[in-house]
């Protein structure tokens, strides 16, 4: 089989173009190094869809943050992804924050994004848990919050749906060009080739002798707070951005805990791990802008790594190598512009490369997940009646049936290890961080997949919960 568009990487730049190629006649495949899709920058972030007032006019950043910004109603309503534009408000602690914020508002009318100053007493208003430190600050009610992990689980499940073919654990590490193909790892054979593979692009473009573009890692912490209080933040709260970013924010999250981080520091591009001293410096600054942060709330940290370019904005073009492009150093706001970019490359260097005949069967939208504990208690009789699964509770903590559980593995672009399932439905994602509910959980997957419960991973492949099966010997092929 020789694919029309091979794309490297499913984070959710690659699932954005995965999911917009689905709609042509086309052979597309994703190869993917992780056992999951959205494992990398593209599930460990804010989880912000901004406004775009901040990006420098006329930059990448600036124009597909405005663009995609835009596009998210439609597409989370096709997908069923959680998404609320619940605004933003950059606050000023310090008098000199407040000219950086009469910049930025001038900067938002370049960019054509909506904002507005306020005072002191009306950032209150809309904020009354925030410190007396705050002076004032810029709304932004076109910001958003989203679950960008199941954003793209759902593009791709979008995809597979119309035919993408999605390779797992295949990490791509080789890559010869032939005069009208590329064969990667001796095995699949591709016309154009599309390489969004994050922070490491830049090895991916070194396989084709490509070595103008350098990706720096630089690693972001969080603390999560459990769901403690419906309203006790209900804007995305930032500080005014420095050099290094937009700095510490607090926001709600979709799934009603609340975020805080994240720092900015060089790191190794697969350190993903988290620091008391780091931590306690992101409480200290988020401090600043609100009084009394419940801390012993926190369930968990996490941290993502950036794909941060050298010149600090979105590389996407198509490179010196004949049908190979690059879309790098995607580093935020790149979870807001990756619709408008996939769009970009679709309409701009794609459609000059190869006949985009729309399918006739193409639909943007994918099935219904079902949320019984969403549902009023007669609608969720009337569901455990057709199916008991969906009485019988495994997750206490975010209360997730057997019967959800079950459907989420039978979809499309399901989990295989059981931090996707966790991420998918929160089974896990409570209290007690899947202590009670995380044994169910494994025997489920294993019956699923037809597997012992110790061939089941926590998260990547090397990550067993129970004995190592494989003695040491990592399977990349499983
Ligand atoms: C701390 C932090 C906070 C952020 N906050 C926000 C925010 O609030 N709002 C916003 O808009 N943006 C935000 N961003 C930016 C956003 O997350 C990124 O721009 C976006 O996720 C980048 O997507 P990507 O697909 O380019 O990269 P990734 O998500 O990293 O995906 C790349 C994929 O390529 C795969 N891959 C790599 N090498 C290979 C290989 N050799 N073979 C096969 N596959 C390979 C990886 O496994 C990965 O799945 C944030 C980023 C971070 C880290």
């Known amino acids: 089989m020789i694919y029309d568009i091979g794309i490297i990487g499913a984070g959710v730049i690659g699932c ?8 042509y006649r086309l052979k597309v495949a994703v190869f993917e190094k992780n056992n999951d899709v959205g494992n990398e920058a593209s599930g460990a972030n804010s989880a912000i869809i901004h406004s775009g007032y901040d990006p420098l006019p006329h930059t990448n950043k600036a124009k597909y943050n405005v663009l995609g910004n835009q ?3 439609q597409i989370c309503k ?10 933003s408000l950059t606050l000023a602690v310090q008098p000199s924050d407040i000219e950086t914020l009469q910049m930025l508002h001038q900067r938002a009318k370049e960019n054509h994004v909506e904002t507005q100053l306020l005072s002191q007493e009306e950032v209150l208003k809309l904020e009354p848990n925030l410190s007396k430190q705050v002076l004032g600050g810029l709304y932004a009610p076109s910001a958003g919050i989203i679950d960008p992990f199941n954003l793209c689980v759902h593009l791709m499940e979008n995809a597979i749906d119309h035919h993408v073919q999605l390779f797992l654990n295949t990490p791509i590490q080789e890559i010869e060009k032939k005069e009208d193909r590329f064969v990667l790892n001796q095995k699949y054979q591709v016309k154009i080739l599309i390489n969004c593979a994050g922070v490491h692009a ?16 630089r690693k972001g912490e969080y603390l999560v707070l459990d769901h403690f209080q419906s309203d006790w933040i209900r804007h995305t709260l930032f500080l005014v951005p420095s050099d290094q970013g937009k700095g510490v924010l607090i926001s709600p999250t979709t799934s009603q805990n609340y975020l805080i981080g994240p720092s900015a520091s060089v790191c190794l591009k697969e350190d993903k791990d988290t620091d008391k001293p780091t931590l306690l410096e992101i409480k200290k600054t988020a401090s ?6 419940p801390f012993s709330q926190t369930i968990r940290t996490f941290a993502g790594v950036r794909p941060t370019p050298k010149n600090h904005d979105f590389i996407i073009e198509e490179t010196t190598v004949s049908n190979f492009i690059q879309v790098v150093g995607i580093e935020s706001p790149g979870l807001t512009a990756a619709p408008a970019i996939s769009k970009m490359v679709i309409e701009s260097i794609l459609s000059k490369k190869i006949p985009l005949h729309l399918k006739k069967t193409y639909r943007p939208t994918i099935k219904k997940y079902l949320k019984i504990q969403e549902l009023s208690f007669a609608k969720r009789n009337q569901w455990i009646k057709k199916n008991p699964n969906y009485g019988e509770i495994v997750c206490k903590c975010e209360k997730i049936t057997k019967g959800e559980i079950l459907d989420c593995l039978s979809r499309s672009c399901p989990p295989h290890s059981i931090k996707g399932l966790k991420k998918r439905l929160r089974v896990g994602f ?5 202590g009670m509910c995380q044994p169910q959980a494994l025997k489920l997957l294993a019956e699923k997949k037809h597997c012992q419960p110790n061939q089941i991973p926590y998260d990547s492949l090397k990550s067993w919960i129970l004995d190592d099966p494989l003695g040491g010997k990592e399977n990349e092929n499983r």
């Open 78 to 87: 096709d997908l069923d992804v959680p998404f609320q534009r619940i605004g």
């Open 288 to 293: 600043k802008m609100v009084a009394d942060i």
């Open 202 to 217: 830049d090895e991916i473009n070194h396989l084709l002798g490509i070595d103008s573009v350098s990706i720096i890692p």
């Open 430 to 434: 409570g209290k007690c961080q899947g």
């Open 16 to 23: 954005f173009l995965a999911r917009d190629l689905a709609k």
């Open 71 to 73: 596009m998210y109603d």
